[in-house]
């Protein structure tokens, strides 16, 4: 045996090259890639006791009716006094913040525990938008703004029937 036959390039094709999944190296790579992915990917998901607000804060639905633009605002644990809403510049802006705190003393045995954060939000708001007339409810946990179009807006809209082929 020559040293030519142990280098690969110096092969000359003799033996077909093999792919990387059969290379031992590559797949020990490609595993430990995926075991780190999988351990960081935990980080983007919330847990804890703030598991329903993410970086960008609560769960919100935007949804858009015929005559009107409605916002709901998952805030769970949060009263109303808690929470700011206000239009501007054609956003509307939530924001508010979330104080908890949990004291039990039983004998010598002393549990405390305090939760704090607060969320802002901003969502711009479409054209024909009447902001004047905005309402917010707070119910069960969940902020409900609603937002009616101008008359301006409704009368601008055109239904378009659509055929099939």
Known sequence: MQIRDLIPWGNKGSEVARRDDDDPVFSLQRDVNRIF???WSRFDQPFGPSARWNATGPR???AETEKTLEVSVELPGIGPNEIDVSLTDGALTIKGEKK???ENTKGDLRLSERF???FYRSIPLPAGVD???ADAEFKNGVLTVTLPKTQEALSRMKKIAVKAG
Do not use: H
């Open 131 to 133: 902001t004047g007339k």
């Open 100 to 102: 908890s705190a949990r």
């Open 116 to 118: 704090y954060g607060s």
């Open 37 to 39: 992915d999988d351990f």
């Open 60 to 62: 919100t639905d935007i």
